[in-house]
C-alpha cells in the first residue's frame, strides 16, 4: 500500500487486512462500512479511537 508515494504496507492481502503495520492502514480498514450494524459501530468507534491518536 503507497500513501504519498511512499510504501506503507507489503504483504498479501489477507496479511495487509488482518495485520495492517501502519496507522494510516488501519484508519482505512476501520472506515469500511460493514452490514452488521453492531459490527459497523464497533468500527466507527475504532475509527474514532485511530483518528484521536489512542
Known amino acids: 500500500m503507497l500513501y504519498h508515494g511512499e510504501l506503507l ?13 501502519h496507522d494510516y492502514t488501519r484508519r482505512l480498514i476501520a ?3 460493514v452490514p452488521d450494524p453492531v459490527a459497523q459501530a464497533e468500527r466507527r468507534q475504532e475509527a474514532a479511537r485511530l483518528r484521536a491518536g489512542a
Open 9 to 21: 504496507e507489503n504483504g498479501t492481502g489477507e496479511q495487509v487486512l488482518t495485520r495492517p503495520q
Open 31 to 33: 472506515s469500511l462500512p
